[in-house]
Structure formats: structure tokens, C-alpha cells
């Protein structure tokens, strides 16, 4: 496994802006497809955005696309969530996962496929 740590979150009005960054451990990074998940109070986790080993695939949640980017520099450990046009219902934690796939270009939304994960950094909308 690989320790995962997010940072970025915080406290925004409606319509901004927040980029969380999540730093990865160890020398492997680039053997991991790497995703982001939520969950706000009250609710399930749901699946946000993913990204594959190359950074050449990604995947998001209907309700984020268009808003939301992921992206990954392998060079830096560290996969990135672009969040744009905020809504108050985006506020939620949000955990950074991994998982050590073999396929380069595949990417996974399904929360099992991920045997790593952060400890979560909130985010909270206001209108």
C-alpha cells in the first residue's frame, strides 16, 4: 500500500474555486491508478473523478463534469482535484485513493478496485 496525505481543502463560497492536492509516498507512484471519492454528512460515498497510471485516461462523476479536473505529476507523487463552480453540494470529504493496477491506461470508479486511502480533507460550500 501507499500512505496518501490530502490537503487543499477549506471552507468557499458558492461558484469558487479550491485545488486539493494529495502527496503520495514511496517510489511507485506511477504504478497506481489514483482517484478521489466524497461523502458528505448523512450519505454514502460516492465516486468523483479517476485517472489512470499515464495520466492519458480519466473518468468523473456526472455531477462534476465540466466542474471538476483531475490530474496527476508523476514526478511529484501528487495527483490534483481542480474543483470549479462549487455548489453547496459538493461539500463533502473528499479521500484521495489508489490502486496498484497493472494496466496503464485503465481507469477504476468502483471504490473496491482501491486498496489505499487518504484520511480526507473537507470542503465545505457556502451559498
Known amino acids: 500500500q501507499v500512505q496518501l496525505v490530502e490537503s487543499g481543502g477549506g471552507l468557499v463560497q458558492a461558484g469558487g474555486s479550491l485545488r486539493l492536492s494529495c502527496a503520495a509516498s514511496g517510489r511507485t507512484f506511477s504504478s497506481y491508478a489514483m482517484g478521489w471519492f466524497r461523502q458528505a454528512p448523512g450519505k454514502e460515498r460516492e465516486f468523483v473523478t479517476a485517472i489512470s497510471r499515464s495520466g492519458g485516461n480519466t473518468r468523473s462523476a456526472d455531477s462534476v463534469k465540466g466542474r471538476f479536473t483531475i490530474s496527476r505529476d508523476n514526478a511529484k507523487n501528487t495527483v490534483y482535484l481542480q474543483m470549479n463552480s462549487l455548489k453547496p453540494e459538493d461539500t463533502a470529504d473528499y479521500y484521495c485513493?489508489?490502486?496498484?493496477?497493472?494496466?496503464?491506461?485503465?481507469?477504476?470508479?468502483?471504490?473496491?478496485?482501491?486498496?489505499?486511502w487518504g484520511q480526507g480533507t473537507q470542503v465545505t460550500v457556502f451559498s
Open positions: 485513493v489508489a490502486n496498484p493496477t497493472a494496466y496503464l491506461t485503465q481507469v477504476y470508479s468502483n471504490a473496491r478496485a482501491y486498496d489505499s
